[in-house]
């Protein structure tokens, strides 16, 4: 069973950067897509950005576009989330999720259980 881990949150000021990562193990990134989610508290939690298994096409929610970027390390077993002028409304905890042969769109639009999520990485964003 594929198992995830996220790390690389922390507290940045508004306009600051971060990358999160999400080290996979227990079999090969490659014919998988990555999705990155957050929830924020009192919120659902929303598909921020996901990365196919194929063809590396992404989709990203409104709010992030132009901010942040996903890629995937195939050789390192890893995706990533870069996000730049990190705003005020991006603090939550981010989660990643792995699914096999699944297109950006899908992976970012499927319904996960509570028991799929690991503890995610905290991201606040505050002066």
């Known amino acids: 069973q594929l198992q995830r881990v996220e790390s690389g949150g922390g507290l940045v000021q508004p306009g600051g950067s971060l990358r999160l990562s999400c080290a996979v193990s227990?079999?090969?990134?490659?014919?998988?897509?990555i999705g990155w989610f957050r929830q924020a508290p009192g919120k659902e939690r929303e598909a921020v950005s996901c990365?196919?298994?194929?063809?590396?096409?992404?989709w990203y929610t409104d709010a992030v576009k132009g901010r942040f970027t996903i890629s995937r390390d195939n050789a390192k077993n890893t995706g990533y989330l870069q996000m730049n002028s990190l705003k005020p409304e991006d603090t939550a905890v981010y989660y990643c999720?792995?699914?096999?042969?699944?297109?950006?769109?899908?992976?970012?639009?499927?319904?996960?259980?509570?028991?799929?999520w690991g503890q995610g990485t905290q991201v606040t964003v505050s002066s």
């Open positions: 227990g079999s090969t990134l490659d014919d998988y897509a």
């Open positions: 999720g792995a699914e096999l042969d699944y297109t950006a769109q899908h992976m970012c639009f499927i319904s996960l259980p509570d028991d799929y």
């Open positions: 990365i196919s298994s194929s063809d590396g096409s992404t």
